[in-house]
């Protein structure tokens, strides 16, 4: 088959998103089939026309609108062009946005529609809806792609939830596919890598245990309870011998290094920046401890998250927030630890019943890593996309 991959997101931009397209195309092209991907490149015009007219138009409560409709239609023009030097079988949607810029061409090849997220919560949850005008106009996308694609993939139960709730017509073509990598190129790569090398290269300090942190810096990702955790243990249970590295960029920078600064932790909490996906082995060679302390914000929830995963695959132990689709992937004291979402006192105990019992950190690592390999493999992964795609 020819494989048409589309999404309104910058393909090469650090996320969930891009890790799973990654592998999606991966598998797909190794059980022979041809994929392309297509998304909105970055350019000087593109982000005139996106950003500089959509802050404009942010003060009329429209901007969100004014910027979707714009990638909407530059996926068009992307899409069309490649269509005319290649025959198509099936285009397989990342988002809504990517859907409505093939299904309102109206070209007879089916489409697959992947559900990561709420579209209408996670806008609100990062501040660009303003209202319930821009709310109910983002709902009725959703129904509408929903209702219309020829099939529609979630990435964790509570997601094919929503879209049963949202949608009822679209419960007979709906299926769950849990997020998924290579899983055994991965910890090759691993392996082959020299922990102490690297935190020498990165000048990271080789005598304290690493706490990564691999989220981008916003709100869902609940980052400030990591830089909480970091000054409960070096306050209340006087250990300074954790090193918290965050992985990432976003909006909430300047609100987390003002707190690092006030609480006199520069020492304890290293907001690292964007890193390239290749290199993000690295990160997790060097990491003791993995975190993730992801919150409900608006009602969006983290969906099946790859960093876990990855995690997991780098035989690194995981601690978790008790929602979404990370109390999916993680049985609690078996494959990783849960804690309640926004408690920094509940992180902070974690680390230490990892970092102080060796025993139950091998466990933990033994029991994640087996569960990783035989749950959530790339090729089978893929093998499911086929079926349906074929159907």
């Known amino acids: 088959m020819n494989i048409l991959i589309v999404g309104a997101d910058y393909y090469s931009q650090i996320g969930g998103k891009t890790t799973h397209i990654l ?3 991966k598998g797909l092209e190794e059980a022979g089939h041809s994929v392309g991907v297509i998304f909105p490149y970055r350019n000087l015009f593109t982000k ?8 404009i138009l942010d003060l009329f409560n429209i901007g969100i609108i004014y910027r979707q409709f714009i990638i909407k239609n530059i996926l068009k023009c992307l899409i069309s062009k490649y269509c005319k030097t290649k025959e198509i079988d099936v285009i397989n949607a990342e988002d809504i946005v990517a859907f409505f810029s093939i299904f309102e061409m109206k070209k007879k090849v089916p489409i697959a529609l992947t559900v990561h997220g709420e579209l209408a919560q996670e806008m609100e949850s990062a501040g660009h809806i303003k209202g319930s005008f821009e709310r109910n106009h983002f709902l009725k996308m959703e129904k509408k792609a929903y209702e219309s694609a020829d099939c529609v993939v979630a990435v964790d139960t509570r997601l094919k939830n929503h879209v049963e709730k949202l949608a009822l017509a679209a419960e007979q073509k709906l299926s769950v596919i849990q997020n998924f990598m290579d899983v055994k190129s991965f910890q090759k790569e691993i392996d082959s890598l020299d922990k102490k090398k690297i935190r020498r290269e990165l000048k990271i300090d ?11 810096l916003v709100l869902k990702c609940g980052i400030i309870y990591a830089v909480k955790a970091s000054e409960i243990l070096k306050k209340k249970y006087n250990r300074n011998n954790f090193l918290f590295l965050i992985v990432g960029d976003g909006p909430e920078k300047d609100n987390l290094n003002n707190y690092i600064q006030t609480k006199n932790l520069q020492g304890d909490v290293v907001l ?8 993000m082995v690295k990160f997790y060679k060097m990491a003791d401890i993995v975190l993730v302390p992801s919150i409900n914000v608006k009602g969006y929830i983290e969906a099946t998250s790859l960093s876990v995963l990855e995690a997991m695959s780098a035989q690194v132990p995981v601690i978790a927030s008790n929602i979404g689709g990370l109390a999916e992937i993680i049985e609690n004291k078996k494959t990783g630890i849960l804690t ?6 509940h992180i902070a105990e974690s680390i230490l019943k990892l970092s102080d019992n060796e025993n139950f950190r091998t466990e933990i ?7 990783v390999l035989k749950n959530h493999s790339y090729l089978d992964a893929a093998q499911v996309f086929i079926d349906l795609y074929k159907k």
Do not use: H
């Not at 005139?48 to 802050?55: Q, Y």
């Not at 080789?206 to 981008?216: A, E, M």
């Not at 690292?272 to 290199?279: A, F, H, L, N, Q």
């Open 340 to 345: 309640p979402e926004k408690s920094s006192e």
């Open 23 to 25: 592998m999606l195309k």
């Open 48 to 55: 005139l026309l996106i950003g500089g007219v959509g802050k």
């Open 365 to 371: 690592v033994g029991n994640a890593s087996n569960y």
């Open 272 to 279: 690292k920046g964007s890193v390239e996906y290749k290199e």
């Open 206 to 216: 080789t005598g304290r245990k690493l706490i990564l942190v691999p989220r981008r």
